[in-house]
């Protein structure tokens, strides 16, 4: 009986690795080619207006959380985040990448702040590039070329040569009349499968006057930034003092 039950279990996870292999095959999709050239910088351009990135650049102050209870307080301007997640806390400085790790309130120190410093730091390069990816379509080692997917639609596909902790990842952007981004399609490391979408949608404008969308949804559940904010202080933010004394 126990063989059978073993054999039946056997044949049922072969046939889920199967439908697995070949939804992975079907869904894949070749990344388009493209040709950086003026008419592409144009494109970003639009769409930096859009998101009004002028208001973006000028924003001191942001803060958001990010799926999977990671809180953020972003000093754009000193380059210095708080990220608080369970019972730990990092202050980092995004230029160096390095700074202090508590946990439960005590600071760490040697190898184990460390560990908890790059955790840091690869949440904070993944959760801020959700946050606003539209600001980043001319970061350095960044390329910009028109495309059309295989389902007809125009994009503008952003290549990143270097930086943050995934150089290499691509991105095709699909935006409204307005250069607003609706959605885009990615070829990112991180995921085997080519070519899957999200949705860029449940846009607000800071008191800033910079926009930022807080839904991002996929064919699973749709991903959810809450507590979004910007001002020109950590006073405005409501914060007692300031939360990088020390740094």
């Not at 973006?56 to 990220?83: A, C, E, M």
Request: proline share 4%.
């Amino acid at each position: 009986m126990i063989k059978k039950i073993l054999k039946w279990l056997a044949i049922i996870v072969a046939v889920l690795i199967a439908v697995v292999i070949i939804f992975g095959i079907i869904a894949n999709e070749k990344m388009p080619e493209g040709t950086p050239s003026p008419e592409a910088d144009a494109k970003a351009n639009k769409m930096l207006e859009a998101i009004n990135y002028a208001a973006w650049d000028s924003t001191t102050y942001v803060q958001w959380s990010f799926p999977g209870g990671h809180d953020y307080l972003w000093d754009k301007d000193r380059n210095l985040v708080r990220i608080v997640w369970g019972d730990h806390k990092v202050l980092l400085n995004t230029k160096t990448v390095n700074g202090k790790a508590f946990k439960g309130g005590v600071a760490l120190e040697g190898s184990a702040a460390d560990k908890l410093i790059q955790k840091a730091w690869n949440y904070f390069c993944n959760d801020s590039f959700w946050l606003n990816a539209p600001a980043k379509v001319f970061d350095p080692g960044t390329s910009r070329s028109l495309v059309t997917l295989k389902d007809g639609r125009e994009g503008l596909m952003i290549r990143y040569e270097s930086g943050g902790v995934t150089p290499g990842d691509t991105y095709v952007w699909i935006m409204d009349e307005n250069g607003l981004p609706v959605a885009w399609k990615m070829w990112i490391k991180i995921v085997p499968i080519g070519g899957i979408e999200a949705g860029w949608s449940d846009w607000i404008t800071l008191s800033t006057g910079s926009k930022i969308a807080q839904a991002h949804s996929t064919a699973g559940p749709t991903l959810k930034l809450t507590n979004v904010k910007g001002e020109m202080d950590w006073k405005a933010m409501g914060e007692e003092s300031d939360p990088f004394a020390g740094m």
